[in-house]
């Protein structure tokens, strides 16, 4: 048998990377007299077949380009210059060439971790973080960032976290960037403390304004135990403008941290979800939201849906006011450590507004106001109460192109929340950012 | 030489024959009728080979191979399927491969005896493509991913010692393979030992078949994910053809058409074909070293039609797996 799939994905860039590495080592080994001898023949059709793959796939790229140049008119989504073949083709390259780097230092990450000593397991990660940055290339250093970043939250059982983290942020390209991510979560009740361990690889593409895509794949480690942890985001807008169609769907895998007995159960949470606008007449839009989870620990397995739709207007550039409702589903009840009603029912009216200013004084502020509703299972629906939101963010640009974000949110809506754990859950967080420009 | 069959008696006489006919003839020939109901036995005695039969159906090649391998008197064990038919010096090319002590297991290359139907075309592409790069680059690094289940050969008391092929997963073959790998054994493949197995020749067999290969590929993950990471080169093709076969697949399945809609361009959909020059290079070089230039241009389409299929099942069975917990561990014959 064969596993994957011939010719697709990143098995067929790892041959050809297999390939193009023979010669070399065939010098390697034959310095250092090891192997038999007559394999010169066998590595140079080796890779003179990878040569030739690659060749072809030039030529189709370069053929592709001029038949997009040619129809170029014709293509709704083709905003792009006399360069733009050559962007589709170098994008597309970065990102299979970044998604492989990402797969196979992953798989090295997991193996430091699982076999190596934990000095050599820093060691790694160390490498790796220099490795990617040597990839990305001396070029693009100035658009690359060094973040640390520490935030705390506390809510109505009693909860507290406090989390460390750093980033390293590289830009390959004007459109695209990778990174590392590592960060520490301690989380206390007053009675008993769990702690929660995560370092990532991560990529982002942004073809155009408003338009990414966001790889984040990693290791997550809680009880003692490892788990892989990720995220692919794609957004999507018709126009840059931010007023047409747009989707933005994410998939992620992570364990839920609100609570030490989360994290001692090690409560996976594998979700697939959208958010879908869609422009009616003038600055009207409607929005329609959807998201799906399997929540996994040990012992069982739960689905919990939602469901929601909002009206939205426009009202100023970067602002808008809207009317959301939503539905939140679990299939059964958990005795896993979160809150998993029948139903939970929330009718908000919502504000946002976000500001960037010439000096990248930027502000972003969600406000969400109104009542929601919930039926434990088995039971019906309770009588309604507040439910309310809110984020702020605001990000100030210090000496040296260094900037400073500084982030609030705060949530008191029945049994809404990603990790609550009663019907009258509520929570306040805030975060602190420093992003250096790495020289 | 092992021949394991289970209602085989359209296709064992002519891999007894082939076994019959090698220019390093075997030993002892044994062919288990794992409680056929065609007569397959009877076939097989005709032909004056020693026949097997368990007290009852093993429920698994892994089960039938398993239990003639009390019987074989061999330092080497040779796996034929009964469907497989060997080139007249297949044994004698695989046998080299043992003349290193360390070497536990080897395979040959397999290329599908029919080649007719839009499946059987599309697997004749896949292991020209396979067999002529992929595996290729697997032996020279020392780590071939599989020893093919259809045409390998082993130290009998090596394979003894490790129960022989366990039924645990759908894919004995990757299980015994990166079990040796683990034990610290090497695995060989010899591309001049050529074998021709019967492939699936209509879509109910192929469904049958990537189910089988689908799930026994992830089932092998899951049990021996921790083991393969010591590996060098192995845990690096094992992480890409994962990958390839779930997040790929997923790509390849579910984004490409919603962004050829959502972009209102069918240009989008070239992405299904736009690797045709990548896959044709080294399937041209497999097959002009057969002279078969012509079979494989003419059967290229049909190589994206498996293709897709492929990338359904593997999707299927990763969903099931992993995200489910749903294991497939009824083994259903296929071809």
Redesign the interface.
Known sequence: MTAGLPGTGIGGLFYVASALAMPVREAYRRARRRGPPTRWRFVAGQAGLALAIIAAMWGAGWLLGLAVHAVRPTLPFWGGGAHAANVLRTATLALTVGTLAAVLGGVEVLRACLVWSARRRRSTITLLAFGVAIASGHSAAAQSAISGQAAGSRDSDGNVMFRLGTTVDLAASSTTRFGLAASHARVTDGVSAAGLDEVALRGTWRPRRGSSVDVNAGLVRAAARLAPSGQVRVRWRRSSDGKGLALDVRARRGILDGTPQLLANRVARSELGGVLNVPLVGALRIRGIGRAAVLQDSLESNWRTMLGGAVVLAVLPGGEVSGQYSELRHAHASTAGYFAPRLVQVIQAGSYLEVETARELALALDVGVGVGRVAAQGAPLGPWRPALRGYAMVGLPLAGRTQLWLEVEAEDSPGAGEVATTPSWRYLSTALSLRWPLP | MIVPAYNEAASVADTIRSLQAQTAPARQILVVDDCSTDGTGAVAAALGVTVVRPPANTGSKAGAQTFALRYVRTPLTLALDADTVLARDGIERLLPAFERPAVAAACGFVLPQRVRSVWERGRYI??L??F???K??QE??GKP??S??CFSMYRTELLRSLGGWSDRTL?E??DLTWSLYQAGHDVRFMPEAVCYPIEPRTFRLMRTQLRR?SH??IQNVKLHW?GV??VPYL???????????T???G??LI?LPILAV????P?VL?GYV?????????VI?GAARRREIGRALASMPAFFVL?TV??LF?LRAAIAEL???RSLRVYEKGH
């Open positions: 896949e292991y493509f396979a002529t790069f992929y290729q680059l020279y690094y991913l599989i093919s289940g894919a073959d990757m290969w026994g590929f921790r990471l010591t845990r690096s093709a094992v992480a890409v053809a994962l990958w390839d076969a997040v790929a697949a790509l390849y984004i959502l972009l209102a361009s240009w070239l736009i690797d045709i020059p990548a896959v044709l290079v080294p070089v293709r492929n990338a593997f995200l489910f917990g």
